[in-house]
């Protein structure tokens, strides 16, 4: 097995989860919004592999030149793979954007980081002017934690106090992210600890006061950015 196909294997993507319609379709229409100059900003998962899959053949078949910045390793092994420049933001501030996500409510309020990559999204996020959010119709929620959990990543020493904070907050569960396919905790990117956490209410407030508890790093809530969604039926 390649390194590529033994990455999409670990990451949980199934040939199922990555051959969805919907998914293809909105990253068909990303890459169709590609233009010769531009510098991405290229999100984390299944979705936004698909959508790049869909730029290189772009770039080599109308020999665009573009850069991307990645927000986490596995992107941007793939984006090596494939043949999409990187750069990083030392050098660039993306054009736009593109992310998938894991929870969409009315309000366009999200919840990511199901692959653990929010703090580096949500730089991204914020460094760039115009940014799309591509999904299938199963992440369409009419409530915030529906479906998932907030993902939060902590400052590994930080673990009880954070813990202790968070049900201050109001978190009813708190889980320790393990590591897949073995014991132990997984280790985010940063070096990091990744605490999945259940909420009954999540107001507009949340993510600020979660950010204000020492030793978070960031929540997977983005709540009140300028996003546009782009959402697919899932056929
Ligand atoms: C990773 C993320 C992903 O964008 C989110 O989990 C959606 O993934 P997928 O496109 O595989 O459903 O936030 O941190």
Do not use: H
């Not at 919840?111 to 115009?130: D, H, N, Q, T, Y």
């Not at 393990?178 to 070096?191: H, M, Q, T, Y």
């Not at 006061?209 to 996003?227: A, D, R």
Request: charged share 25%; with cysteine.
């Amino acid at each position: 097995m390649n390194w590529e196909s033994s990455l999409i294997k670990n990451l949980g993507w199934s040939a199922d989860i990555i051959n969805i319609g919907g998914k293809q379709k909105v990253a068909a229409q990303i890459a169709e919004k590609v233009k010769d100059g531009d510098v991405l900003g290229i999100g984390s998962g299944s979705t936004v592999y698909l959508a790049l899959l869909a730029i290189a053949d772009r770039i080599k078949n109308e020999k665009l030149n573009i850069k991307g910045i990645p927000t986490s390793l596995e992107i941007s092994m793939f984006c090596s793979k494939l043949g999409i420049p990187l750069t990083t933001l030392f050098e660039n501030k993306p054009d736009w954007l593109f992310d998938g996500a894991d929870e969409v409510d009315p309000n366009k309020s999200l919840i990511k980081g199901r692959g653990g990559a929010m703090f580096k999204e949500k730089l991204l996020i914020s460094c760039s002017p115009v940014n799309y959010i591509i999904v299938d119709e199963s992440k369409i929620v009419d409530k915030l934690g529906t479906n998932f959990p907030v993902p939060i990543e902590i400052f590994p020493q930080s673990l009880l106090y954070v813990e202790q904070e968070l049900k201050q907050l109001g978190a009813t569960n708190i889980l320790l992210r393990p590591a897949k396919g073995k014991d132990g905790p997984i280790i985010s990117e940063n070096n990091n600890l990744i605490l999945d956490c259940k909420f009954n209410d999540i107001d507009s407030n949340m993510e600020k006061n979660i950010k204000g508890i020492t030793g978070v790093i960031e929540s997977g809530l983005f709540i009140g950015y300028n996003v546009n969604i782009l959402e697919a039926e899932n056929k």
